[in-house]
């Protein structure tokens, strides 16, 4: 018995130190039948955010048709990771104003949601209210999470307490963060639409740093900055929020005016796109890609694995409290999920150091095709041996274009469509190698003339 119980203890003390981060899923009712419970990867989600139940008028716990069930919660307990149930989402938010506007209401808001989270088993809950709207409802949210906090360290003193976000003043200034940072355990920071349907141009949905530089709509880097440096939320509490989806729409390219309706497109859908008519691209300002369909006139602003690898960075660099995820499934493809693959791979530590890479899982080249010139972009997070060569279909070595130790960062290496004795290629389909600390990467490109 000694030795099964050392054996246990060790065992949970490993897990904790190999995923020390917090790595925050919403997963909404409407993927659960595309991603069941037992399909998260537990070894990247820390946290389960299911999505989404909400209060009437008279804190009433509503929610959507077949979405409570233990069956949920006991799977994700079974795979050593914490599930909360989420009250609020945008176009559910509407009975909150009510439900906290007095002690009374805010009394049967607060037993309701803890009854209903006792019931199916949750560790807890998180409040995505979008969002108080003046001062009297920020105070009531004020006073609602202190009762809440009150009465959950009375019944359930484990359990947690998240809130998502907003990351600019235009909602933030109806919410008192850093009274809330009290009392809620961490912040899911909404760091994306950026751009859409009520903007003046079509922009990125999550560019990591503004695009154009003078860009006032901001991006994660200036929403991060607005809630921490100005807001005061401290660091180790807000998680950066990753979009997985981007927005479609009409319009000749990134930053330029579009006309008629704007769409949502999820990873799954957007990828199968990419060479199909609709070309990569790379905004080096945004550090973000998108795609182009010329013919159209669309654009889709989108995340690829190496984006998401650089808002990993970001965080890191930072030292913020972890990351979030919106939504889980939505990078689900063909029995792959890449986007989470980039977190794992470019997030999660042991002993401060990556596990077990120390790369990008995707390196890109835009434009692709291309009749001139190509640009080759990959990411690194440590220092490391790099060689890049280009190769014809037949496997001949076509150019030698790297060989060399290269420091922390995105890369973006020129290929101009010479081989190593500076003659033009032919046109036709090349693939590229990288090698990174021995470890072989490669993709194609077409060269056109």
């Not at 009749?371 to 990411?379: C, G």
């Amino acid at each position: 018995m000694r030795l099964l119980v050392t054996i246990i203890i060790l065992h949970i003390s490993i897990f904790n130190t190999a995923f020390a981060q917090r790595i925050i899923g919403y997963y909404p009712q409407w993927v659960q039948a595309n991603l069941t419970p037992e399909n998260i990867d537990s070894d990247v989600i820390t946290h389960v955010i299911h999505a989404f139940a909400w209060p009437d008028n008279d804190g009433n716990i509503l929610s959507y048709d077949s979405m409570l069930s233990e069956t949920i919660t006991n799977k994700v307990h079974e795979k050593g990771g914490k599930i909360l149930l989420s009250f609020g989402g945008w176009g559910n938010s509407w009975g909150f104003p009510s439900s906290t506007g007095s002690i009374d209401s805010r009394s049967v808001f607060i037993n309701n949601i803890i009854n209903t989270c006792e019931n199916y088993g949750y560790d807890g809950l998180d409040i995505d209210w979008e969002h108080p709207s003046n001062t009297v409802e920020k105070n009531n949210l004020n006073d609602f999470i202190f009762e809440l906090k009150t009465a959950l360290n009375d019944r359930h003193p484990d359990w947690l307490i998240s809130m998502a976000i907003p990351i600019s003043n235009w909602s933030g200034q109806h919410y008192d963060l850093e009274y809330l940072s009290q009392y809620i355990d961490f912040f899911n920071a909404m760091t994306y639409d950026f751009h859409g349907s009520w903007s003046n141009h079509a922009g990125h949905n999550a560019p990591l740093y503004p695009s154009p530089s003078n860009d006032p709509d901001g991006s994660v880097s200036t929403g991060i900055n607005y809630l921490i440096n100005i807001r005061n939320i401290p660091v180790e509490k807000v998680n950066l929020g990753l979009a997985f989806y981007g927005k479609e729409y009409n319009s000749s390219n990134i930053n330029q005016s579009f006309s008629g309706e704007v769409s949502t497109k999820i990873y799954s859908e957007y990828a199968l796109l990419i060479d199909n008519g609709w070309d990569y691209n790379w905004d080096p300002l945004g550090q973000v890609p998108f795609l182009m369909n010329t013919a159209q006139d669309k654009i889709i602003t989108i995340e690829d694995s190496l984006s998401i690898s650089l808002k990993c960075q970001y965080a890191r660099q930072n030292n913020l409290g972890g990351m979030m995820i919106w939504a889980l499934s939505y990078d689900y493809l063909e029995g792959n999920q890449l986007l989470i693959n980039s977190i794992k791979t470019n997030y999660l530590k042991i002993d401060n150091k990556l596990n077990p890479e120390d790369y990008s899982i995707e390196i890109k080249n835009y434009p692709n095709p291309f009749n001139s010139n190509t640009i080759i972009l990959f990411n690194l997070n440590n220092d490391s041996k790099v060689g890049l060569k280009i190769f014809d279909i037949t496997g001949n070595l076509v150019r030698h274009l790297v060989e060399d130790r290269m420091q922390t960062g995105l890369k973006k290496i020129n290929w101009n469509g010479a081989n190593n004795n500076g003659e033009d290629v032919a046109a036709g389909v090349y693939l590229y190698q990288l090698t990174i600390n021995e470890t072989l990467f490669s993709n194609k490109m077409i060269y056109l003339k």
